[in-house]
């Protein structure tokens, strides 16, 4: 019983229209059809036959199935069976479905039109009274009013379509945000821990000292084993804005120095913030532009000096990395990595988001520098 029940359900919610428009026929139907077979209707007219009035009455209930394609068989009918039958039932119904259904530019003028034959239909009608301010009162509230709702549920429907289309266009933006987000943290991690695996492995191959050996190996298995400790991290945060546990912060860019000072780099570095007042998600992202410049000066320009800057400047964080142009590459061994064209592009949207610019190009001096600026509120994040 309950799947025959669901069963309905669902073709209910499918057909919702086609059962609307068969339960208005019925109705048209239910009002015009027994009061002709039992000979109580009330036409406009003289001697009408029955079956004309039956004929009218089936007519105007079939134009009631394609009223939300075309109103006005719609409209036709209901004034020609309130002619020739009496019942004003279908104007009712009329008035509202061609303004619900939007078929009509000028619906008042035609919402007037059926309140007057409503109002002449009941005039004539034995069975009611002959008050014509009552008559206009019904003929007000039964039709013109009827047309006035389907106004409403008109704008209704539109509306509840507009936030609909919003909210998938919402969902469609956040699924994209995060996508790309995503994107950019696979890259960085990624990127970074294989540049520094497989330079690691080539200083390896051009060296005999045991020593020497064992400590770029370790060096390559804690690569590896962080970045397989950071994807762990990503992939557990589907629609999360904070950063993800093992992310890494300012205290993480002295490492980064290390790093790249053990595969040859010359590196400086100068760090100046308030300790504490920069959030988790500002400090990942002056993190991923250090990692991104070294990872650009590893694969561009292996024998030049890098000077690293991150320090606070008022309220904006400044963060950048600048190599001169190229030196002695001996002492450097060269990253066979191929490009990818999605770094300067993924931090690029990652410090806008951050509401911060970036800019990347030449020096005057021939090098090459990476400066992201943040903007962030150090009273409100020392507080916190």
Known sequence: ???MRGNFAGFAARRRGEIGDVLLAAAVLAFTIPTTLMGRSFSLLANVPDWLELLAGVATAGAMLLRRRTAWPMIVGAVVCAVLTGQTVPLALAAYSMTAEDRVRRWQWVA???TGVYVVADYVNPFTDQFLYLITVRALTLVYLPALVGTW?????SMNAELRSGVRLREQHAASQER???AGELHDTVTHAVTAMVLNAGVIQDTEDHEEIGKLATGIEDKGVQALTELRGL??????EEVYQSSHGVEAIPRLVEEAKDIGLRVSLHLDFPQGALSPQLEHECYRVVQEGLNNVRKHAPGSDVRI???ADGDVMRVSVVNTPHGRRETVRECPVLESGYGLAGLWERITLAGGRLESGPTPEGGYALTARIPFQPSRAGKS
Do not use: D, P
């Open 112 to 114: 007037v039109a059926l």
């Open 153 to 157: 549920v008109r704008e209704y429907r």
């Open 235 to 240: 992939l557990t945060v589907l629609r999360r």
């Open 180 to 182: 790309r987000w995503i």
């Open 309 to 311: 800057v991150c320090e």
């Open 1 to 3: 019983m309950s799947g």
